[in-house]
């Protein structure tokens, strides 16, 4: 009978990572755990991730071992797989770090992920159609065998893609949460506007038109948000009597 534990476990590892709907999200935190299911999945020494805002300087990054982790990604301020791929929005195929390419390439990353065992690294983009989001960076111990194309270069970027979907959608969830505050609080001063309207017509016994026009020149007068007059009035803590300069009743 064919063992689907792995596979189970893949698919646990995808909803988790695509399930970002949430108010108290952390990406920080989100990045560290999708990092040790990266480690977890592709038998890493660790990984890493780093996460931009629309096409900004990376914001923040998460890591898994965490020092271990944050430390290869810090280092690359001065060139290194995870940098050079948010500068390119393209991967970093697997490299051998004992080879002089590398050693010359990224000088600095390379003698520190040496002292740390590393001895193989890649890096793969996040990306959300256009948009680059961030960029995974898995680091693999000196005896590791370099990574297969169809098996763990391919799991790596299903990762990397569901991490992209679940950025994109926080994003996108955020935008819409704040969109929605904004048109329930417009809605909401348009309400209360249109009540002390009807207030000040009925005392004052005169059209709707004049009495907004009325709490206008008030607002402009004495330089507040119409919101602030209306509430006001409604409550009663605004004497209408001061609303009636430069108004004059219809006869």
């Not at 596979?7 to 108010?23: G, Q, S």
């Amino acid at each position: 009978m064919r063992d689907h534990t792995s596979e189970l476990r893949l698919a646990e590892v995808l909803v988790e990572t695509t399930n970002t709907l949430d108010d108290d999200f952390d990406p920080e935190l989100y990045l560290n755990r999708v990092a040790g299911h990266c480690v977890e999945l592709l038998d890493a020494s660790a990984a890493g991730l780093i996460f931009q805002a629309d096409g900004a300087p990376a914001v923040t990054a998460g890591g898994h071992p965490r020092d271990l982790a944050l430390g290869l990604l810090g280092v690359q301020q001065s060139g290194g797989p995870c940098v050079e791929s948010l500068g390119t929005g393209l991967p970093v195929e697997p490299v051998r770090l004992t080879a002089g390419e590398p050693r010359a390439r990224w000088p600095e990353f390379t003698a520190l992920a040496l002292r740390q065992g590393i001895g193989v690294t890649y890096t793969i983009p996040l990306r959300q159609r256009e948009t680059l989001l961030g960029a995974l960076n898995v680091f693999l111990p000196e005896a590791a065998k370099m990574p297969r194309p169809d098996q763990e270069l391919r799991l790596a970027r299903a990762i990397a893609d569901a991490a992209a979907v679940g950025l994109h959608n926080h994003r996108a969830y955020t935008e819409y949460r704040t969109l929605a505050t904004q048109l329930q609080g417009a809605l909401t001063s348009r309400v209360r506007i249109e009540q002390a309207k009807g207030v000040l017509a009925e005392r004052w016994h005169t059209g709707v038109d004049e009495a907004f026009e009325a709490l206008r020149r008030y607002a402009r007068r004495e330089r507040l948000v119409m919101d602030l007059v209306a509430t006001e009035l409604i409550k009663g803590t605004l004497d209408d009597a001061v609303l009636r300069d430069g108004w004059s009743e219809p006869s």
